[in-house]
């Protein structure tokens, strides 16, 4: 089946730094990534969605200068939380469909922390 | 606002209770799709359901899809702890192209 892989799966970081999190499709080609965000015990929130070679669509309230996203390849989506503040600790969380596939595969999540 | 609700948002049971949790959305969906997400870890696919009043069973787990395609039920039959977790449902609006509602997510806890 379709894996995706993510990384970090947790990292903990200052105040006022930038952290870039990975996520690769191992077995498959993913023209579309989706990056959610999820707060303790809360569902999934849709951030942005990320299409090999163009930009980012980014959901409403989400600010795209903070979150960056890039999808240069097939297989390789990137999320930036730039200048991160305490607020932006969270559960970050991408996913993607493998052609062929129902469901959605998921990342393993990145426990992101700011101090 | 939030289009997909879930209910109930908690549920405790003794192990070999049923279990179940209900989706309605206020809009008409294409599919529905169901998941699971364990303590610490990441959803999980289940299964998706894309007729109108289909039913579909994976062991003691039975999904169904409302006649209208507005609501979607998950349940469990004689519940287990490694059914522990929080049960997402998931739903693709006819206006929403690929993207992924999910409704707010149903904690199950099983006590053994």
């Known amino acids: 089946g379709a894996v995706v892989s993510q990384h970090p799966s947790r990292v903990i970081c200052k105040s006022g730094t930038s952290v870039k999190i990975e996520c690769r499709s191992l077995?498959?080609?993913?023209?579309?990534m989706f990056w959610y965000r999820q707060f303790p015990k809360q569902s999934l929130m849709l951030m942005a969605t990320?299409?090999?070679?163009?930009?980012?669509?980014?959901e409403q309230g989400v600010e795209k200068d903070k979150f960056l996203i890039n999808h240069a390849s097939l297989t390789l989506s990137t999320l930036t939380v730039t200048s991160a503040h305490p607020e932006d600790s969270s559960f970050y969380i991408c996913?993607?469909?493998?052609?062929?596939?129902?469901?959605?595969?998921f990342g393993s999540g990145t426990r992101l922390t700011v101090v | 606002g939030q289009q997909v609700m879930q209910i109930p948002q908690y549920q405790h049971v003794q192990e070999g209770e049923d279990f179940t949790t209900y989706c309605n959305s206020s809009t008409t969906l294409s599919n529905i799709q169901w998941y699971k997400q364990r303590p610490g870890g990441h959803p999980v696919f289940l299964i998706q359901?894309?007729?109108?009043?289909e039913v579909k069973k994976q062991k003691r787990l039975t999904f169904q899809f409302g006649e209208a395609k507005k609501n979607s039920s998950l349940h469990i039959t004689a519940t287990q702890t490694t059914d522990v977790g929080t049960y997402f449902c998931?739903?693709?609006?006819?206006?929403?192209?690929?993207?992924?509602?999910f409704g707010e997510g149903t904690q199950l806890t099983v006590n053994p």
């Open positions: 996913s993607t469909r493998g052609r062929g596939l129902y469901g959605y595969t």
């Open positions: 359901l894309v007729k109108s009043g």
């Open positions: 998931a739903g693709r609006l006819e206006t929403s192209g690929s993207r992924l509602t």
């Open positions: 990320s299409n090999e070679g163009s930009k980012a669509t980014y």
């Open positions: 077995d498959f080609q993913a023209t579309t």
